[in-house]
């Protein structure tokens, strides 16, 4: 009896667990999707993308707790996901889903959204804008110096707002700049890279984005604030696969290792000795063995490392 009892009771709590997904709403670094569980355990899971439904359900996989496969929606869906497996993952107050592909690798993460206080597309906006958040300088020469703020850049003193430019909720990489007599007046293309930022001024050909097309003026950011690391929004915001549309593989790998870096990692690898050793903010450990990385490190690290294993040719690559 007691050990049926307890088969019982196990069951429950597996149940109690999957049913945290259904009832709420969900992230996934461009789309927010709902959660309705149906019949025999399943969940699905439902977005809507320019008037385009989208949907794909999880299946609850028997024997482990949280774990699903994701299968289509039905023929009259768009479907995302299709052949990964998700799994719901809740600790040190992050509630986060994350979908694996057949290697094992953590392609993408979805996160609850019960804590937004934004929408989403507001959301999207600021998690964008943390990658470029800084000091930096203008390399060419000029003298100008640049911070680069939530609401403005500030070109030598003068105050420039700016706008982020989205369509249907996703953040295009484009912003638009104040009339404000600096030399950012306009619209520009935003490229984020290893040691700051790409832009490229845009000419507004039409009324559509992709009408739009670089002019020949660009300008090179480098960052120049020697205390703050270059990826510091790594070790506490959580990433998705949509943070890594610019970079190279090269650059990727700085990333990963800078989230080690932060923590006092010492590294064997001469390129990362040397790489880090300039950063006045890197302190190596004595010793590795009493690193800890926080939840949300491990997961950015996870998600990073499997971009890492797609070609250049093959990634979205402006840097």
Same mark, same amino acid.
């Given at each position: 009896?007691?050990?049926?009892?307890?088969?019982?009771?196990?069951?429950?709590?597996?149940?109690?667990?999957?049913?945290?997904?259904?009832?709420?709403?969900?992230? %996934?670094?461009?789309?927010?999707?709902?959660?309705?569980?149906?019949?025999?355990?399943?969940?699905?899971?439902?977005?809507?993308?320019?008037?385009?439904?989208?949907?794909?359900?999880?299946?609850?996989?028997?024997?482990?707790?949280?774990?699903?496969?994701?299968?289509?929606?039905?023929?009259?869906?768009?479907?995302?996901?299709?052949?990964?497996?998700?799994?719901?993952?809740?600790?040190?107050?992050?509630?986060?889903?994350?979908?694996?592909?057949?290697?094992?690798?953590?392609?993408?993460?979805?996160?609850?959204?019960?804590?937004?206080?934004?929408?989403?597309?507001?959301?999207?906006?600021?998690?964008?804008?943390?990658?470029?958040?800084? *000091?930096?300088?203008?390399?060419?020469?000029?003298?100008?110096?640049?911070?680069?703020?939530?609401?403005?850049?500030?070109?030598?003193?003068?105050?420039?707002?700016?706008?982020?430019?989205?369509?249907?909720?996703?953040?295009?990489?484009?912003?638009?700049?104040?009339?404000?007599?600096?030399?950012?007046?306009?619209?520009?293309?935003?490229?984020?890279?290893?040691?700051?930022?790409?832009?490229?001024?845009?000419?507004?050909?039409?009324?559509?984005?992709?009408?739009?097309?670089?002019?020949?003026?660009?300008?090179?950011?480098?960052?120049?604030?020697?205390?703050?690391?270059?990826?510091?929004?790594? *070790?506490?915001?959580?990433?998705?696969?949509?943070?890594?549309?610019?970079?190279?593989?090269?650059?990727?790998?700085?990333?990963?290792?800078?989230?080690?870096?932060?923590?006092?990692?010492?590294?064997?690898?001469?390129?990362?000795?040397?790489?880090?050793?300039? !950063?006045?903010?890197?302190?190596?450990?004595?010793?590795? %063995?009493?690193?800890?990385?926080?939840?949300?490190?491990?997961?950015?690290? !996870?998600?990073?490392?499997?971009?890492?294993?797609?070609? %250049?040719?093959?990634?979205?690559?402006?840097?």
């Amino acid at each position: 009896m007691k050990k049926i009892l307890s088969v019982i009771l196990c069951l429950c709590t597996v149940c109690g667990m999957r049913a945290q997904i259904a009832g709420f709403e969900w992230f %996934d670094g461009t789309l927010q999707y709902t959660a309705e569980q149906i019949a025999g355990g399943k969940i699905v899971m439902n977005a809507m993308d320019e008037g385009e439904e989208i949907q794909f359900v999880l299946v609850p996989v028997a024997g482990k707790a949280d774990t699903y496969t994701v299968t289509d929606g039905g023929e009259d869906f768009t479907t995302v996901y299709k052949g990964l497996t998700a799994k719901h993952m809740k600790k040190e107050g992050w509630d986060v889903i994350g979908l694996y592909n057949s290697k094992k690798q953590l392609v993408n993460l979805m996160e609850n959204v019960e804590k937004f206080t934004d929408d989403y597309e507001q959301v999207s906006v600021n998690r964008w804008k943390e990658q470029l958040n800084g *000091t930096y300088y203008f390399p060419e020469g000029g003298g100008e110096d640049l911070v680069w703020g939530n609401k403005a850049i500030v070109v030598n003193n003068v105050v420039a707002p700016y706008e982020v430019v989205t369509f249907n909720g996703r953040v295009t990489g484009y912003i638009r700049v104040e009339g404000t007599g600096t030399i950012l007046e306009g619209l520009w293309e935003v490229v984020p890279t290893l040691e700051g930022i790409h832009l490229y001024e845009i000419n507004e050909k039409g009324d559509y984005l992709y009408e739009w097309e670089r002019t020949s003026v660009k300008y090179t950011l480098k960052e120049s604030n020697p205390r703050v690391g270059r990826f510091d929004y790594a *070790t506490n915001t959580l990433l998705t696969c949509k943070h890594f549309r610019h970079y190279k593989k090269s650059t990727l790998r700085i990333m990963r290792n800078s989230i080690m870096a932060r923590n006092g990692y010492k590294f064997s690898s001469k390129d990362l000795q040397d790489y880090f050793s300039k !950063e006045p903010w890197y302190k190596p450990a004595a010793s590795n %063995d009493n690193i800890k990385l926080s939840f949300i490190e491990q997961l950015n690290m !996870e998600l990073i490392k499997a971009e890492e294993e797609n070609p %250049d040719h093959e990634s979205y690559v402006k840097e």
